[in-house]
């Protein structure tokens, strides 16, 4: 009696240890798979948190966001306002027009235009009034909301939690082959026991890369700061 009673206790305690564990192993894999994640979306912001860095240049020797990107023709064009500007109603309206201005290689117009505004979180407050109200802001006048009213911005704003300069803000254009992100290999995990202790790794590997190939995908000012 007393040996089935000793087996039954170790058995309740090796019951709940297993538990414990799986429980553990659970929350670890979340915790991975989050930092994964993460990590990721760091790694992708960071094309736009480096657009005004020329230590972080493209195919033609600038950087993403650039007021003289080269052209074969001898001349530049430019996918930054000619002088920073925090984001307010004049600044979208110029970036918007000088959008409309691009040029190909060979300095002929192109048809590309704004589709969205991509924000930091300090700025979707502002985002959100010169997108989406029905008149003009920061005014007393009655006129409209031209941006809205012609619906430059077809696909709204977006908030970018990740990017790191609280006074930037960008514009996607519909040019192709603007912006680029590779998904070079899927995320993949695994696992491996060891005998002796019990303790359990984990591990993921994904490969991706993120970059552009054509500077008109983007518009931006890095603010007035």
């Known amino acids: 009696m007393t040996v089935s009673t000793s087996r039954s206790s170790l058995w309740k305690v090796l019951t709940a240890l297993l538990k414990k564990r799986s429980c553990l192993a659970s929350r ?13 979306q760091v790694k992708a912001a960071s094309v736009l948190n480096n657009a ?23 001349n530049t064009f430019r996918n930054e306002l ?46 959100d009034r010169l997108l989406e109200s029905t008149l003009r802001t920061g005014t007393a006048d009655n006129d409209i909301n031209a941006v809205r009213n012609m619906g430059m911005l077809p ?19 519909d040019a192709p082959n603007g912006l680029k992100g590779f998904n070079r290999s899927v995320i993949k995990t695994s696992m491996e026991g060891d005998f002796d202790t019990g303790n359990v790794r984990y591990k993921a590997r994904e490969r991706y890369a993120f970059g552009w190939s ?12």
Not at 105 to 117: D, I, S
Not at 214 to 225: L, Q, T, Y
């Open 28 to 40: 670890y894999t979340r915790a991975l798979a989050r930092s994964m994640s993460q990590t990721k």
């Open 52 to 74: 005004f860095d020329n230590g972080f240049t493209g195919g033609d020797g600038k950087e993403l966001c650039a007021t003289d990107h080269p052209l074969v023709s001898g």
């Open 82 to 127: 000619t002088v920073a500007a925090d984001l307010n109603e004049t600044s979208l309206e110029q970036s918007l027009i000088d959008i409309s201005s691009f040029v190909d290689e060979r300095g002929l117009k192109v048809a590309v235009r704004g589709m969205k505004l991509i924000v930091p979180k300090e700025l979707q407050f502002t985002a």
């Open 155 to 173: 696909e709204g704003y977006e908030v970018n939690h990740f990017l790191t300069d609280t006074d930037a803000f960008f514009i996607i254009t």
């Open 214 to 225: 054509d500077p008109r995908g983007i518009f931006g000012s890095p603010g007035a700061a």
